[in-house]
DNA sequence: ACCTGAACACCGTTCAAGT
DNA sequence: ACCTGAACACCGTTCAAGT
């Protein structure tokens, strides 16, 4: 199947991604999974970096949207969670995200409508700036996180080795928290905890 | 000058990075750096992946302790101030870390002494594991922002390119707040939000 | 216009060899 | 014990060539 397209290789991107990681991601792993020189993406593509931003754009346009329930900590809350969801799948993306995001054209459009949202509600500057901030990178965090740790046994592990040259009491006690196996319950309870944060200096100025 | 040993390959591997970045680490660079044969370096560190590792735990050693005053909150804004000015130095060290901090000693010592600070204060369990993570990525993501947008104009030239094919009113009335300047105002803000959190989430209890 | 093939300068890493 | 050198399988990318 040849005459490619820009999407058709950016879509061929995202799939290697979901299914092996986005260290897997490469000019030429993308042309052998299309079945092409590496040389033929160069058609669609500029370069590297460009198919690298171009499959995290492709990724992250679920997020670009935002639903208007009227009250903003329901849109950032909904929104989180359609964020949360939608990176999960593909492993590695939400780290990429975090720190490519002002680059990727999904990630600014759902920020500029969670300002809107923000807006609407009375909250403005900075204080808008850093609340949406915080929830944006609250869902990528643990996009992130639940990734990481889905290997079995991966914070004990390193806990305990690290443990041999460093006692972590704090850590090691808490260290349920930092595993999978609770993510629902962590994510509603670390959202709530930011939201109501929110909120309180919302009624309080 | 031969003879190497362990620490001598991650500091140069630190200089390396301060000097030209994150991507320029690699075994072959670091070689050139000591004046040595790529294959040396296999003697004092066990693969690539682990001269990555090393390397960051070497710069993020300073962020490892921190200094207890008696008030949590006091110990988490001059934690979080430290942590930033340390990583800073480093391009592309932040963002690293902020992705690897829980393979990474130094980090997990800081989080584990920001926990115990936390434990005396009262704060337990998810509440204070969520004020902690809050704080360690606020302070990362605050690092890797100011890096990347030390170049001049990043922030309106990639909002005027990404405006052009969808508006982005409120980040570009925003603009200002994304930039490097008002470290200062994000991080006051930041915490704020998030003791509010834990106050109105005890309050609800 | 679109794709191929050879080539080059990079990677990490293995293996055999030097001292 | 410590370092070198050749080799191999990967990268991204340029350039000339095919259709």
Redesign the pocket.
């Known amino acids: 199947m ?3 397209s820009t999407g058709a290789v950016l879509a061929a991107g995202a799939e290697l991604v979901r299914e092996h990681g986005w260290n897997a ?5 993308v ?1 052998t999974r299309l079945g ?5 993406l ?3 593509v500029p ?3 460009s ?1 690298s931003s171009g499959v995290l754009s492709f990724i992250a346009e679920p997020i670009a949207e935002v639903t208007r329930s009227g009250d903003a900590f329901t849109d950032l809350e909904a929104w989180a969670r359609r964020t949360h969801a939608a990176l999960v799948p593909y492993p590695g993306a939400a780290a990429a995200l975090l720190v490519r995001w002002f680059e990727t054209s999904p990630a600014l459009r759902a920020v500029d409508a969670l300002l809107q949202s923000m807006h609407d509600e009375g909250v403005e500057g900075f204080e808008a700036v850093a609340a949406v901030n915080a929830v944006f990178m609250f869902a990528l965090m643990r996009a992130q996180g639940e990734q990481s740790v889905r290997d079995a046994g991966v914070v004990k592990r390193t806990l305990h080795t690290a443990a041999v040259a460093y006692p972590l009491p704090r850590l090691t006690a808490l260290a349920e928290h930092y595993t999978t196996a609770r993510f629902d319950l962590h994510f509603d309870y670390g959202l709530r905890v930011l939201l109501d944060g929110i909120a309180a200096r919302k009624a309080a100025s």
Do not use: I
């Open positions: 040849k005459s490619l991601l490469s000019m030429r792993t042309a092409v020189t590496p040389m033929a160069y058609r669609h370069n590297a970096d198919l």
